[in-house]
T-cell receptor, first 113, second 114 residues
Framework: DAGVIQSPRHEVTEMGQEVTLRCKPI?????LFWYRQTMMQGLELLVYFNNKAVMDDSGMPKDRFSAKMPNASFSTLKIQPSEPRDSAVYFC???????????FGPGTRLTVT | SQQGEEDPQALSIQEGENATMNCSYK?????LQWYRQNSGRGLVHLILIRSNEREKHSGRLRVTLDTSKKSSSLLITASRAADTASYFCATVPNSGGSNYKLTFGKGTLLTVNP
């Protein structure tokens, strides 16, 4: 299996622009998680899905962030408009259950200038 | 908010030595997991220990869990330069509801010097 796939790996954009991050989970994993990692805050859960439905998005700033999972093999995290404070590494992870091990993708390093 | 807190924040040892990292948490848990993150990479799951277990081994890794003290430790024996990474503990709450999710600590940066 190829593991969790994320794209792009690096994104540099200007403040105010729209950014879309993409994730392909491991086949057969019903749970998909989006995390953000910064030096200051560490690893934060933004949102997670079970069978394509949002289970918890309490960690996601909803005024500018949106997450979708249109099918079992694809998810997007969109930021519009982006701000410098959104600069971070964004990880996607998948799992067969929310309580056991999660498999992380390589991450997308986002820089907003 | 962070549930788990690792200690120390950074640890530097020589190859061949053992490395011990600790994790403390605040609320009752279903399980506790340890992950490793190499620089510039995603996290990799190492081991899961359930609340009714006290010790677990996997290769050179040994994890203990003390639910009365709300703490866990990760021991890496005979460390190698390739073990250089950040190590995170993550907890799943025992909330009794269906909304279980991992909460990560801020990690311990382990440097193993050749």
């Amino acid at each position: 299996d190829a593991g969790v796939i994320q794209s792009p790996r690096h994104e540099v954009t200007e403040m105010g622009q729209e950014v879309t991050l993409r994730c392909k989970p491991i086949s057969g994993h019903d749970y998909l998680f989006w995390y953000r990692q910064t030096m200051m805050q560490g690893l934060e859960l933004l949102v997670y899905f079970n069978n394509k439905a949002v289970m918890d998005d309490s960690g996601m700033p909803k005024d500018r962030f949106s997450a979708k999972m249109p099918n079992a093999s694809f998810s997007t995290l969109k930021i519009q408009p982006s701000e410098p404070r959104d600069s971070a590494v964004y990880f996607c992870a998948s799992s067969v259950d929310s309580t056991i091990e999660q498999y992380f993708g390589p991450g997308t390093r986002l820089t907003v200038t | 908010s962070q549930q788990g807190e690792e200690d120390p924040q950074a640890l530097s040892i020589q190859e061949g030595e053992n490395a011990t990292m600790n994790c403390s948490y605040k609320t009752s848990i279903n399980n506790l997991q340890w992950y490793r993150q190499n620089s510039g990479r995603g996290l990799v799951h190492l081991i899961l220990i359930r609340s009714n277990e006290r010790e677990k081994h996997s290769g050179r890794l040994r994890v203990t869990l003390d639910t009365s003290k709300k703490s866990s430790s990760l021991l890496i024996t005979a460390s190698r330069a390739a073990d250089t990474a950040s190590y995170f503990c993550a907890t799943v709450p025992n909330s009794g509801g269906s909304n279980y999710k991992l909460t990560f600590g801020k990690g311990t940066l382990l440097t193993v010097n050749p």
